[in-house]
C-alpha cells in the first residue's frame, strides 16, 4: 500500500522558473526512498510541498490516501518533517521542544516519557535536554529534530539531507531507526547527496535534475550493475 | 505588500502632521526662530531613545557574525558598519520629522533659499552623535552585564532604568518651563533653550548654520560628528568578540539532565508556553512590549502613597481633576499603559525562521492564535489587575466600582490581545533579519498603536465628561459593551483572515 504517492506535482515560482516540473513516484509501506539530485534540482521543493511548508497547485500529493491539499491536518499527524537545517525554537530547552511537539500530537505523559528516553539516549542527546537549543551544536540541533520527528511515530518520515552534520553514532544510529520503522510499515523519503549511503540504505530512489524526474525504482532497476554514482554522473552529463 | 505601504504611508504621514502642527504651534506664539533648535531636540532625543533600545540586536550576536568576522576586517569596521546599517535604516523616520519641521518653519519664518538645502544637508548629521552616544550606552551595559552568569536580565534591568529615567525626565523639563503667566512661560522656555545650546553644542551647530548660515559651525557639526563615529568603535573593539561569544553561547546547565515525570499540555497552552518564554528571552521584545506592564503596575503602586490625584495631574500638565471624575477612568488610566503593545502584534511575526515548524504540524491556526492571544493575556491581566486595584483603592472606590473596574480592566485585556492579533497576523512579516523590525518597526505595532491610542484616549475623555452626568456602573457597562463588540468583531476578523491562508 502506498504511503505517499506524488502526482504531475509542479511547482514555478515568480519568474517563470520550474523548480519541480510533473513529478511523479510511489512510496509503499516499508520503503526506505533516496531522493537524489544535483544541488538546486527541486528535492527541497518536492520535499516541502509533501509536509505541507510550500503550497502548490499544479498536480496531488497524497499521504496514506489524504490529499494533502484537502486534508492537510491529517496528512501532518501522520508525516515528520526533518528539515536539512533545523531552525528550532532557540528560547527552549531541548526538553521543552520535545514536549511542545508532543502536546501538538496530543501524546500522554507516560508515553512520551518513555519515548524521549528511548531515542535521545540511542543519539545520546540525554544530557544536554536540560540545556537551551541556543547552546546547541548544529549536529546537536539535528538529533532534537530527530527526536521530535520520532516522539508521535509517524507512518512516513520525510528528511532533506539528514545525515549532514550528524557524528558516525548517530548516523549509525539513525539507520537502525530507519530499517526499525519501515520493518513496522512505515516509510522514509529523504534527500541525499551521499550516493554511497543511499545505496546501501535505500530499497528504492528517484533521480531529479532541473526539477524533472529522470530515474525512479528499486535500487536494482536503477543501477543495473553499475553503481549509483555512475548511473548519477550519467544523467547529470546528459543535456 | 500594497497594504503594508500603505500602513507605513500612514504612520510617515502621521508623524510629518504632527512635526508640522508643532511647527504651527510654535510660530502662532511667535517663537518660529527656535524651530531648529526643536528640530534638533526632536531628532536627538528620539534617535538616542530608540538607539538605546534597539542598538544591541543590531550590533551583537547578529546571524552573519562568524562569516563576516572571519573576512579580513577588522572589528572596528564590523561594529562601525553595522551601526552605519542600523543608522540609514532608521534615516526615513528622522528626515520625515525634519523635512516636515522644516515646512513649518518656511510658511512663518519666509528664509532665505539657501536655508532649505542647508537645513536637509545637516539633518543628515543630526541623529549621528546621538546614536552614537546611545550605542556606546547599550555597548556598556553588554559589557557590564557579560560579567554575570545571568547576563540577560542584568541587561534588561538596566535598559528599564533608563528608560524609566527618560520617561520620567520629560516632567522635570516641563517643569523648568510650564510656571506662571504665558511671559513666563516664555522666558522659561528662552532659559532652557538657552542651556540646552551651552551643553549640547549640536544644536547650537545648527541653529547658527540655518540661521545665520555659519559656514564654521556647518563644518563643525559635521566634522566633529564624523571623527566621532571614527572613534567612537575604537573603544568598542577590544570586547567586541568576547561579548559575542557570551551573548550567542546560550545557557548551559553545570549539571546534566535526569529525564524525569514530564508534563501535558493542551495546545493553546503549550503555545502559550512557549511564546513565554520566547518573550522572555528576548531583551528586544521585553523592553519595547513589557515596558507598558511594568508602568502599570508601578503607577498603580506609586498611586497609594502620592495620591490619584498627582498621578494625572503629571500627565495632565497640573491641571487639577476632581477624583470623583477621576474615579470613572480608572481602568482606562491603567490601561493606557498594559495597552501601549499588544505582545500579539509582532507574535506571529517572531516565528521568523521557525515558521516550519507551525506549518508541518498538525495545528489548526486558530489555536496557534488562541495560544499567542493566552500568552499575552497571561502578562497584561495580571498588570491590568494590580494597576486597576491600587489605582481604584487610591481613588478611594467602593468595592463595587473596584470588582467592576478590574473586570472591565479584564476585558480590555482581551480586547488588546485580540486586535493586536488581528493586526499581526494581518501584516505577518516573516523575513525579518532583526526583532526590531517586527516589535518596534512593524506595521502591525504601529496600526495597533494608533487605533488602540485613539479608542483609548476618546474612552477616557468620554468617561470623564460622561462621569459628570451619568453614574460609574452604567459608563462602565457602556464602555464594556462597546469593546466586547470591538472584540468579538476583532476574532470573528481574525477567523475570516485564517480561513483565507
Known amino acids: 500500500m502506498s504511503i505517499l504517492k506524488i502526482e504531475n506535482y509542479s511547482k514555478t515560482?515568480?519568474?517563470?522558473?520550474?523548480?519541480?516540473?510533473?513529478?511523479s513516484l510511489t512510496v509503499e509501506s516499508g520503503d526506505i526512498y533516496a531522493f537524489i539530485g544535483h544541488n538546486g534540482a527541486g528535492k527541497s521543493t518536492t520535499i516541502r510541498a509533501i509536509v505541507g511548508v510550500l503550497d502548490f497547485t499544479d498536480g496531488e500529493i497524497y499521504i496514506d490516501g489524504h490529499s494533502v491539499k484537502k486534508d492537510p491536518l491529517e496528512c501532518k499527524k501522520i508525516t515528520a518533517y526533518i528539515p536539512?537545517?533545523?531552525d528550532l525554537y532557540e528560547n527552549l530547552t531541548g526538553i521543552q521542544y520535545l514536549n511542545f511537539i508532543a502536546d501538538v500530537f496530543d501524546i500522554d505523559a507516560n508515553t512520551r516519557e518513555e519515548r524521549i528516553k528511548e531515542y535521545a539516549g540511542k543519539l545520546e542527546l540525554t544530557d544536554a535536554l536540560g540545556d537551551s537549543i541556543s547552546s546547541y551544536s548544529h549536529g546537536m540541533k539535528q538529533k532534537l529534530a530527530i527526536i521530535s520527528a520520532l516522539i508521535h511515530e509517524p507512518k512516513l518520515m520525510v528528511m532533506d539531507e539528514p545525515f549532514v552534520g550528524l557524528d558516525p553514532?548517530?548516523?549509525?544510529?539513525?539507520?537502525?531507526?530507519?530499517?526499525?520503522?519501515c520493518s513496522r510499515g512505515c516509510a522514509v523519503f529523504f534527500?541525499?547527496?551521499?550516493?554511497?549511503?543511499?545505496?546501501?540504505?535505500?530499497?528504492?530512489?528517484?533521480?531529479i535534475k532541473q526539477g524533472k524526474i529522470i530515474a525512479q525504482g528499486t535500487m536494482e532497476e536503477l543501477t543495473g550493475g553499475k553503481s549509483l554514482e555512475e548511473v548519477f554522473l550519467e544523467g547529470a552529463d546528459e543535456k | 505588500m500594497i497594504g503594508n505601504l500603505i500602513g507605513y504611508s500612514m504612520l510617515y504621514l502621521m508623524v510629518m502632521a504632527y512635526c508640522v502642527l508643532s511647527a504651527i504651534g510654535l510660530g502662532s506664539v511667535g517663537l518660529i526662530e527656535y524651530m531648529p533648535l526643536l528640530n534638533v531636540v526632536t531628532i536627538s532625543s528620539i534617535s538616542l531613545i530608540f538607539t538605546f533600545i534597539k542598538s544591541n540586536s543590531y550590533l551583537f550576536g547578529f546571524r552573519e557574525y562568524d562569516m563576516i568576522v572571519s573576512l579580513p576586517f577588522s572589528i572596528k569596521t564590523v561594529v562601525g558598519d553595522k551601526f552605519l546599517y542600523m543608522y540609514i535604516k532608521s534615516l526615513p523616520w528622522y528626515i520625515s520629522i525634519s523635512l516636515s519641521m522644516l515646512i513649518g518653519y518656511g510658511i512663518y519664518a519666509h528664509p532665505a533659499i539657501w536655508v532649505y538645502p542647508v537645513w536637509i544637508i545637516l539633518s543628515f548629521v543630526v541623529p549621528l552623535i546621538p546614536m552614537l552616544v546611545a550605542s556606546l550606552f547599550g555597548f556598556f551595559f553588554a559589557k557590564i552585564s557579560s560579567y554575570f552568569k545571568h547576563w540577560k536580565i542584568v541587561q534588561i534591568v538596566l535598559i528599564f532604568a533608563v528608560m524609566f529615567l527618560a520617561f520620567f525626565s520629560r516632567f522635570f523639563i516641563e517643569d523648568m518651563i510650564k510656571e506662571g503667566t504665558y511671559t513666563d512661560i516664555l522666558n522659561g522656555f528662552s532659559d532652557f533653550t538657552g542651556k540646552f545650546e551651552t551643553w549640547y553644542p549640536i544644536a547650537r551647530w545648527f541653529k547658527e548654520g540655518v540661521l545665520y548660515g555659519n559656514v564654521l559651525s556647518m563644518l563643525l557639526l559635521i566634522a566633529i560628528s564624523l571623527l566621532l563615529f571614527e572613534g567612537a568603535f575604537l573603544l568598542v573593539a577590544g570586547s567586541y568578540r568576547r561579548i559575542n561569544a557570551i551573548i550567542t553561547a546560550g545557557s548551559k546547565s553545570k549539571h546534566a539532565y535526569r529525564l524525569g515525570k514530564q508534563q501535558k499540555r493542551n495546545i493553546e497552552k503549550s503555545v502559550a508556553f512557549k511564546e513565554l518564554k520566547r518573550f522572555f528571552g528576548s531583551i528586544v521584545f521585553l523592553t519595547n512590549a513589557g515596558f507598558g506592564y511594568v508602568m502599570a503596575?508601578?503607577?498603580?503602586?506609586?498611586?497609594?502613597?502620592?495620591?490619584?490625584?498627582?498621578?494625572?495631574?503629571a500627565f495632565t500638565q497640573g491641571t487639577t481633576i476632581s477624583i470623583d471624575i477621576i474615579r470613572v477612568a480608572v481602568p482606562f488610566i491603567i490601561y493606557l499603559m498594559t495597552g501601549m503593545l499588544a505582545l500579539t502584534c509582532a507574535s506571529p511575526s517572531l516565528e521568523g525562521k521557525n515558521?516550519?515548524?507551525?506549518?508541518?504540524?498538525?495545528?489548526?491556526?486558530?489555536?496557534?492564535?488562541?495560544g499567542k492571544i493566552l500568552a499575552n493575556l497571561y502578562i497584561s491581566v495580571p498588570a491590568q489587575f494590580i494597576g486597576t486595584l491600587c489605582l481604584s483603592i487610591a481613588a478611594k472606590s467602593s468595592v463595587a466600582e473596584i470588582v467592576i473596574f478590574v473586570l472591565e480592566g479584564t476585558l480590555l485585556c482581551f480586547f488588546s490581545a485580540t486586535v493586536g492579533c488581528l493586526f499581526g497576523v494581518k501584516f505577518m512579516k516573516l523575513d525579518w533579519e532583526n526583532e526590531v523590525e517586527v516589535v518596534k518597526q512593524g506595521m502591525a505595532s504601529g496600526l495597533y498603536l494608533f487605533v488602540n491610542m485613539v479608542l483609548t484616549i476618546i474612552m477616557l475623555l468620554g468617561s470623564v465628561f460622561l462621569g459628570m452626568i451619568l453614574n460609574t456602573y452604567l459608563i462602565c457597562a457602556m464602555r464594556s459593551v462597546l469593546y466586547l463588540i470591538i472584540t468579538a468583531i476583532a476574532y470573528v476578523g481574525l477567523k475570516a483572515i485564517v480561513k483565507e491562508e
Request: hydrophobic residues 45%; contains cysteine; charged residues 25%.
Open chain 1, 169 to 181: 553514532m548517530a548516523t549509525h544510529r539513525l539507520k537502525e531507526i530507519m530499517h526499525d520503522m
Open chain 1, 191 to 207: 534527500s541525499t547527496h551521499v550516493l554511497e549511503v543511499a545505496e546501501k540504505l535505500c530499497n528504492k530512489a528517484a533521480i
Open chain 1, 84 to 86: 536539512d537545517n533545523p
Open chain 1, 13 to 23: 515560482y515568480s519568474g517563470d522558473k520550474k523548480a519541480a516540473d510533473n513529478v
Open chain 2, 297 to 313: 503596575v508601578l503607577v498603580g503602586v506609586i498611586s497609594l502613597f502620592v495620591g490619584v490625584e498627582n498621578i494625572v495631574g
Open chain 2, 355 to 370: 515558521y516550519w515548524i507551525i506549518q508541518s504540524l498538525p495545528i489548526k491556526k486558530m489555536e496557534l492564535y488562541r
